[in-house]
């Protein structure tokens, strides 16, 4: 049995049998445009800065997976902080969920950085050397290749190594890629083989893959569904203004129609100019409704208002609102999800911010004892060894003493009066206690070791001092 085709495409960028649909969107000015330009070179600058920023002697943020370290903003978080690590998860999840149902997919339009570095980057770049839309599209029907983008490619190869070294400086540290880019390759094998994937992976990506990353490979897009709902602010078409579209009257621009017409009309708001299909970078219709391509770029907003200004009709007929409101409902703010998540988000981060503060600002272990657990020394006293592993876990350099709570009688012999440590470091401390060989109680004695740093903390653990037994 053969299975009827579908209708229509199944995606606005493949086709019927499957192969890709290019999309040529084109450049549509307006308000929204130049907003948008301004927060994608200002985030830009951001994404760059950020690995080259230092806060206390650390990038502002380093994801070292290698190391298991994570810091942000000078903190940093090791795998012994997997609760507060969650609750920092917890927290982002949350807070992607509430702008989500606030602002729909604001995030995708406005700050991903694949959206950013490809409408402020890229594309400009293939305008300057290819001309346009039209002429990309006429290069691709000619096919073969042209001088044009033989140096477009060039440019984005060169832009895709700079943006790999950013991006592996967030995971590797801007001062790892320095050394990387600035030795042979043959010093670093496994560097150099991860900045041409992330090159490669990345040219990929602007020159050819574009659109597909938010429709195909991002999961985002897909839990719009459930994410929105009928008050959440999206971008959308409002059809009973614009139905029936068709062709102005004339044709001619201006005063086709009277800006308020009396009744309803006869003909809707929409012309049919197919400016804002035009311009979509995922190639969709927005006219037939909210359609999980939409990355929420407003770029059908601006492209529609040059249409309306040109009709003398208000704008708007393409804008931002909700799914309520294109129903002809009020648009509710206060809803239960509104109040839900923000009161879990609450929860959540002031949980975070007590568990950050709480957090030990070292980690002080007692380590089994290696060889003879204790030498009876020629005087009548025994010597034992004890070892104290100190970790730094806080963000700035502290140098640390240890005590020894013990009998009187004791001395204990410590090779340093006290241990600097850079944050995230550690050292053993290697002690020996000096005891009468009468203060053992079968084989051993308990007493206490408190370590303190230099900031006023100090902790307090149960040591076994072992010795000879039988002696008392
Ligand atoms: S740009 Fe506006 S007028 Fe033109 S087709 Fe789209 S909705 Fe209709
Ligand atoms: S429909 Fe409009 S807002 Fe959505 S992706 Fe296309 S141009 Fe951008």
């Not at 810091?71 to 507060?84: K, L």
């Not at 988000?345 to 290696?370: M, S």
């Not at 002690?431 to 408190?450: K, Y």
């Amino acid at each position: 049995m053969s299975l009827a085709p579908p209708p229509e495409r199944v995606l606005s960028t493949l086709n019927e049998d499957g192969s890709r649909f290019k999309i040529y969107p084109k450049v549509a000015v307006g308000r929204f445009h130049g907003a948008r330009r301004l927060v994608g070179y200002a985030l830009i600058a951001l994404f760059v800065a950020l690995p080259y920023v230092d806060i206390g002697g650390k990038p502002a943020i380093l994801l070292d997976l290698a190391r298991r370290q994570f810091t942000f903003f000078g903190a940093t978080f090791r795998p012994a902080d997997g609760f507060i690590l969650m609750l920092f998860g917890l927290t982002v999840v949350l807070t992607v969920f509430l702008v989500t149902a606030l602002a729909g997919r604001v995030w995708c339009g406005w700050g991903c950085p694949q959206t950013v570095y490809l409408e402020w980057v890229f594309r400009p770049i293939e305008r300057l050397f290819e001309g346009g839309p039209s002429e990309s599209r006429k290069l691709d029907e000619r096919g073969g290749l042209s001088w044009r983008r033989t140096a477009k490619w060039a440019v984005y190869a060169v832009l895709a190594f700079v943006l790999a070294n950013v991006f592996l400086a967030y995971f590797v540290s801007a001062t790892t890629v320095g050394n990387w880019v600035r030795s042979s390759p043959a010093v670093h094998p496994v560097g150099f083989g991860v900045v041409v994937c992330v090159t490669a992976l990345m040219f990929f990506d602007f020159a050819y893959f574009r659109e597909q990353t938010c429709v195909l490979a991002c999961p985002y897009g897909r839990l719009q569904s459930v994410l929105l709902d009928q008050h959440s602010l999206i971008i959308g078409y409002d059809e009973r203004r614009g139905e029936p579209r068709g062709k102005a009257p004339g044709g001619k621009r201006g005063k086709a129609l009277p800006v308020v017409r009396e009744g309803a009309p006869a003909v809707g708001d929409c012309v049919d100019c197919r400016a804002c299909v035009n311009t979509c970078p995922t190639g969709i219709d927005i006219r037939r409704g909210l359609q999980m391509e939409c990355i929420g770029c407003a770029q059908c907003i601006d492209a529609c208002d040059v249409i309306m200004d040109r009709l003398e009709r208000p704008r708007g007929l393409i804008r931002y609102t909700s799914k309520a409101e294109l129903a002809g409902k009020a648009r509710r703010f206060l809803r239960p999800r509104v109040l839900v998540y923000p009161a879990a988000l609450a929860v959540v981060a002031v949980l975070f911010l007590v568990q950050v503060e709480a957090r030990t600002r070292a980690d002080v272990w007692i380590l089994r004892q290696e060889g003879a657990p204790f030498t009876q020394l020629g005087d009548g006293t025994v010597s034992t060894p004890v070892r104290i592993k100190i970790e730094n876990r806080s963000a700035a350099r502290r140098t640390y003493r240890v005590a020894l709570d013990d009998v009187a009688a004791v001395r204990v012999i410590d090779p340093r009066p006290d241990y600097p440590l850079e944050p995230g470091t550690s050292t053993i401390v290697p002690l020996f206690v000096i005891s009468p060989r009468d203060t053992f109680v079968r084989g051993e004695r308990a007493a206490r070791v408190t370590v303190f740093d230099d900031a006023g903390w100090h902790t307090t653990l149960a040591v076994t001092i072992l010795g000879p037994e039988g002696e008392r």
